[in-house]
């Protein structure tokens, strides 16, 4: 096996839109760099990229177009490139997420991921070397959990694989976990990855590696909320120390080959028609009564102005993508895209109990919340979903059905 890593540091020089948290005004400083982050994997039948960037979302027609680059520049099969992102609410507005409430797309730095991904992805694959890997997972405990229940489902486990040269000397992790990385809030200004940009860059000064692959997991409804003291650049630092003591503790028992690789993809699309799903006019209509009368209170006025803003974008075609790997006969790696509650992934997690399996969110087009059809109107979440009940269950299922296709 050959594995070939890069990190490149895209950190705007000068005052941006941050994206994340609505209309606020431009950076004025720097917590953390912004980036993107690398890694090739390649055997003698197979291959395998990932691309991981510092942003809030990816965009469906950028994530198309990126992959046809891709495909074009390496002449790697668009279903073995894997295009994600860590969701940090303190990257650059590289994309929009609705236009209503977010500023303006910084559209030259946009435009420059072009040439900034497909730079990272010709140095890794031109820096391979010979190499070993090792899996690896700890559960990470009383940092972060269910933010709407705090015995809730949630995934605290942190997945890692370990590359080391022939020497047994550390080249680079790939790591997961599942949180939202949310600490900071919307009064801070500066750039940074948040709780995963942090725990990458100081797990790489203890790991004495160059490059770490970070990738966020199902954390639709997981963050530090219930656990944390206040969003500030002090807690960020207080958070990310005790969640990196527990992830250094753990130890990589199985060796990876990647001597077999079979991979799947799935795809499904879904029209959201705002005036036609119940549940989302229903409430519109309640919750805009209540508003006329002035009995809304703060948290209620909060989800309508996010009802408003699903029904300005309707009707909207929304597209789906997941892309499944199967490693060695014991590991699955499989991507998903949006905002994944919790019991989605361990959905897939527990169809497949003799695998160990990592999941990549995050990953293609940012499609919204991914919310359990029973949990429609408990929560924030299925207000500001544009999906209607009942489809992420079925999209889950065809994941299953897809990946037990490949074992």
Known sequence: MKVGFNKLDITPKTPVSMS???????????????????????????????????????????????????????????????????????????FQILKSYEDEVEGELREKLFDQMAFSADCAIKGTVEATAHFGKRKIEGCYGNRNDINGPADKYYYEIQF?????????????????????????????????????????????VETIVFTNGVCGDVSTRLYRNDATSDELTVVSEAVLTQITQTTHPSEVTFETFRNGHIEMTH??????????????????EK????????????????????????????????????IDDRLIICTLPGDMNSVFGFSIKEAFPNYEVILIGY?????????????????????????????????????KGSIRCIL
């Not at 469906?60 to 860590?86: E, G, P, Y």
């Not at 725990?199 to 790991?207: D, E, F, G, P, Y």
């Not at 029209?271 to 805009?288: A, G, M």
């Not at 009802?307 to 909207?316: D, I, R, W």
Request: with cysteine; charged share 20%.
């Open 363 to 399: 990953s293609d087009a940012f499609v919204g919340y991914f919310v359990e059809e029973a949990e429609y109107g408990k929560h924030f979440e299925s207000y500001n979903s544009r999906i209607a009940p009942g489809v992420a269950e079925k999209f889950i299922e065809s994941v």
């Open 20 to 94: 994340g948290y609505g209309i606020r005004p431009k950076s004025n400083g720097v917590l953390d760099p912004i980036e993107i982050n690398t890694i090739f994997i390649q055997n003698d039948t197979a291959v395998l990229l990932i691309i991981v960037l510092d942003s809030l979302i990816l965009e469906d027609q950028f994530v198309q177009d990126m992959r046809a680059k891709l495909c074009a520049q390496t002449q790697i099969s668009d279903n073995n490139i894997l295009l994600s992102c860590i969701h940090t609410h303190a990257a650059p507005t590289f």
């Open 291 to 326: 508003g006329k009368a002035g009995m809304l209170n703060q948290y209620e006025g909060y989800l309508l102005d996010k009802l408003n803003a699903q029904k300005e974008v309707s009707p909207l075609t929304v597209h789906f993508e997941s892309r499944h790997f199967v």
């Open 271 to 288: 029209t959201f028609n705002f005036e036609e799903e119940p549940f989302h006019y229903s409430e519109w209509q309640r919750l805009s």
């Open 164 to 208: 080391c040269d022939l020497c047994n000397k550390p080249i680079g992790k790939l790591s997961n976990i599942s949180v939202h990385p949310t600490i900071l809030h919307a009064d801070n200004l500066k750039l940074s990855g948040d709780l995963i940009g942090r725990l990458r860059h100081r797990l790489k000064a203890v790991s004495d």
